[in-house]
Nanobody, 114 residues
Framework: QVQLVESGGGLVQAGGSLRLSCTAQ???????MGWYRQAPGKQRELVAG???????DYADSTKGRFTISRDNAQNTVYLQMNSLKPEDTGVYYC?????????WGQGTQVTVSS
């Protein structure tokens, strides 16, 4: 396991923007990095993911509003969230997968007020 350091959550009004970042403290190549979220009373779900080669995957509910990117040299993944909606509220978790580990961050709260 490796430590994932997340930042960027907070409270924003509907229609606003937030940017999340997550850095993995690892010496190993990270094949995949992604963001998941968990709303109260719901299961954790994929928000967006990105491979080391730049392949991206988005939840249908975030396509066109969220953009995931990464800096492979810094083992850092970013999630730019625009046009936020109240239903985007939840705890956002960073995930990093390599040949040697599958690690999760501690989570950062995102709250979107209507």
């Amino acid at each position: 396991q490796v430590q994932l350091v997340e930042s960027g959550g907070g409270l924003v009004q509907a229609g606003g923007s937030l940017r999340l970042s997550c850095t993995a403290q690892s010496i190993f190549r990270i094949n995949y990095m992604g963001w998941y979220r968990q709303a109260p009373g719901k299961q954790r779900e994929l928000v967006a993911g990105i491979t080391s080669g730049g392949g991206r995957d988005y939840a249908d509910s975030t396509k066109g509003r969220f953009t995931i990117s990464r800096d492979n040299a810094q083992n850092t993944v970013y999630l730019q969230m625009n046009s936020l909606k109240p239903e985007d509220t939840g705890v956002y978790y960073c995930n990093a997968v390599s040949n040697y580990f599958n690690s999760w961050g501690q989570g950062t709260q995102v709250t979107v007020s209507s």
